[in-house]
């Protein structure tokens, strides 16, 4: 963008801080402000510890999650697909650690309670890697559109999700190959995560579909908290992922690596892999994160932000 004359931008009727709410922050921002260095004892430095503490405004999460939507929208396809590749293969370290916590513990009722934590290692991964997983543009991507409807934003968004999604797929279909074909893992390893791949797939389509909400649901309720959670990124993650795993919801592409798994081992057909699995579980995951956390989060800014 061109910077214009400062006349012209006080005068311009699009600057959002002509907007009334917008105002009314920028009102109560000086007012704090103004009570921080004036009216009270508070040193310049107190203030400022103060200002640090303040919790994000939830117009202000929007804004930074709309903000990293349209970057990723603006990316090119070359570097959605390697980024994309890069996280259907780190998310593989989930099944792998939490098959690793399955073989060592002892066979009892509190086992699967410490097996999940494994299942959190692929999203530290992939999140703090900033690599790009399909689940967590189901709402940064969705928010610019929601924003503004266009044919542009309908389109980057089909061409992120397309790229990503099949980047992931590729991805975690090379993650089950090398644990298939390859000696990738040890034998009493890759037996653990088989077992946790038969548990998974022991599902009716309708279960697959509903679980599938409640694990986009916590996506995308993952990626709205972290632009608060500066500091604790890591706790944020592991609790989110953490739940995911000992609800026994369904994640389209952490799934994927197992039922991969299976295909690749013959214990299951390709087309009933994406009928049984991919379908449910994708669609549950798109309407969790879209349909429902998306859009009631926009739904919630919406009269701030006009």
Known sequence: MTEGSNRSQAEDPADPRHRPNARKRAERAAGREQRAHGGSALTHREAREVEERLRLSVPAIYEVVR???EEELERPVSSLWWSGLAAGLSIGFSVVAEAVLRHHLPEAP???????FGYTVGFLIVILA???LFTENTIAAILPLAADFSRVNVFGVLRLWSVVFLANMVGTMGVAAFNAVLPGTAPDVLAAMLQLSR???DKSWAEMFVRGIGGGFLIAALVWILPSAKGSEFLVIVTITYLIAAAEFTHIIAGSVEAFLLVAHGELGLLTMLWDFTLPVLLGNVLGGTALFAL?????????IE
Do not use: D, H, T
Not at 296 to 304: G, M, N, T
């Open 130 to 132: 900033r690599q790009q």
């Open 199 to 201: 548990e998974m797939m």
């Open 296 to 304: 009631i989060s926009y739904a919630q800014v919406k009269e701030e």
């Open 110 to 116: 509190w086992r699967p309670l410490v097996e999940n």
């Open 67 to 69: 903000q990293e939507g």
